[in-house]
């Protein structure tokens, strides 16, 4: 099984469409969690961390789900600019090489 | 601007040369991390250098060797590549807080990546 886990897609929706993407991860004593953003050919940009809680950015809202080991996220009202791939990542310990990146999944608006 | 710069953009080289991809953070930051991307493929953890601590995957060739001679530059030198070597080679840095800390602090911060092509 992969330490983190992402359906790589594409998710391919309409305009101001909701979509959601799931994440697992393996590791149980995982301790952070975050989205990134990756637009082709460019370097990953933290979207959002993950809190326990759930929290929400404003169209985006991430979740955890400790009991079973997953993330998620959902954008509502998608544009156009929301295309591109969205990267899991799970913090597994203290130590600063224990950071896994999932694949990512592909997500393209169109209009 | 993401305050990590990394330098050159691009690169080809052969199969025997010798070349250096650097890397400069300008945020203050107490560690530093080498990644490999590659085609349809997740990020691939290197090299971290962290509050003195230095971690490798073990997986990484020796043709591949890092060096950070303070906490705002960090080099990967590479000798006799391969052309599977050829790939987005990203650096990132974040502030680790240690085993105490904030760990959702741990926020990386990535350059625009070396394009490597070996042929």
């Known amino acids: 099984r992969k330490e983190v886990e992402q359906d790589p897609g594409p998710f391919n929706v309409p305009e101001g469409a909701t979509v959601a993407f799931n994440c697992t991860y393996s590791?149980?004593?995982?301790?952070?969690f975050f989205w990134y953003r990756q637009d082709c050919r460019k370097e990953p940009k933290l979207l959002m961390s993950?809190?326990?809680s759930g929290n929400e950015d404003g169209r985006f809202t991430a979740q955890l789900n400790r009991a079973s080991q997953y993330i998620s996220l959902l954008i509502r009202d998608s544009k156009l600019s929301d295309s591109a791939t969205y990267l899991c990542?799970?913090?597994?310990?203290?130590?600063?090489?224990?950071?896994?990146f999932g694949s990512g999944t592909r997500l393209s608006i169109r209009p | 601007e993401t305050g990590v710069t990394q330098t050159p953009r691009h690169l080809v080289m052969g199969m025997t040369n010798k070349k250096s991809l650097k890397c400069e953070q300008h945020?203050?930051?107490?560690?530093m991390y080498w990644y490999k991307q590659s085609a349809k493929k997740p990020l691939e953890l290197m090299f971290v250098?962290?509050?003195?601590?230095?971690?490798e995957n073990n997986s990484v060739p020796s043709r591949f060797s890092p060096e950070c001679p303070n906490s705002s530059h960090l080099f990967l030198h590479l000798h006799t590549l391969q052309p599977e070597d050829s790939a987005l080679y990203l650096c990132?840095?974040?502030?680790?807080?240690?085993?105490?800390?904030?760990?959702?602090?741990?926020?990386?911060?990535f350059g625009a990546g070396t394009r490597l092509s070996v042929l």
């Open positions: 990542v799970v913090n597994q310990g203290s130590s600063a090489s224990k950071i896994i």
């Open positions: 250098y962290s509050l003195e601590e230095r971690v």
């Open positions: 990132a840095s974040s502030q680790v807080e240690g085993l105490a800390g904030d760990l959702a602090k741990n926020i990386q911060y």
């Open positions: 590791n149980s004593a995982s301790q952070s």
């Open positions: 945020l203050g930051h107490n560690a």
């Open positions: 993950v809190y326990s």
